[in-house]
């Protein structure tokens, strides 16, 4: 093994997005026992703004359904700290072979003071909703740049170990997530300038659509080839 360090710390950043996934699962899973929970007519009086009284509310809504909610809330939230820490550990080490792993660490250090920071802001309600928005921005843009050096590190491997076939998969993978990077662009462009036409909301919403389906291909693509790294690097 020429680089027992990438292999390593690819491994554990593999296991934190699969870890990433499973906690996504258990979200959308909250989200359905929040809804099982909750009576159909209660859904619709609250649609239709109808005022609605605790013991109404208390009536039309599954106890169990509100706890497995919790459970299910508890449990993905500790999914994705054990998967930020394997992520932050598995960079580092693998920085020990290549340096585009290491400034992904840097960066992913970076989102983790984005995060408390904006945090700590919110609960003092300094600044409203702009601190959580230009956050959620930020760690956006943070996490891409992480994805592109992560699979520029494992493409400089690639290279050292003659593999051109993984080579020229993480540049089709950098490509799709620039085509992620460039409908958000254009998103963003047509909200700040057209935002007021029916046309451009209509537009915002079908590149929108198109921005999440390229992002979710991206990320699948992102994880598939971390496990094609392990791989290689095994041998």
Known sequence: MRFPNAFKGISKVFAAEILKLIATGLIIATGVAGVVSVSPELIEKAAEGAQISGDVAASNVNLGGIIAMGILGVGAMILYIIAYIMNLVGL???????????????????????????????????????????????RTVCEIIVMI????????????????????????????????????????FISIFFGGYGWAQRVDGIIDIVR???LFIGYIAYIIYLGKAK???RA
């Open 92 to 138: 580092r080490q693998a920085s020990k072979d290549e340096d585009a792993f290491g400034s992904a660490f840097g960066i992913s250090i970076a989102v983790l003071i984005i995060s408390i920071a904006t945090a700590v802001l919110t609960a003092s309600s300094i600044g409203g909703n702009i601190p959580d928005e230009i956050a959620s921005t930020a």
């Open 149 to 188: 050096l992560v699979v520029t590190g494992i493409m400089n491997l690639s290279d050292r170990l003659n593999n051109e076939r993984m080579s020229g998969l993480g540049r089709a993978i950098i490509v799709i997530i620039a085509i992620f990077v460039i409908g958000a662009a254009v998103v963003t």
């Open 212 to 214: 999440g389906v390229v």
């Open 231 to 233: 791989k290689m690097l």
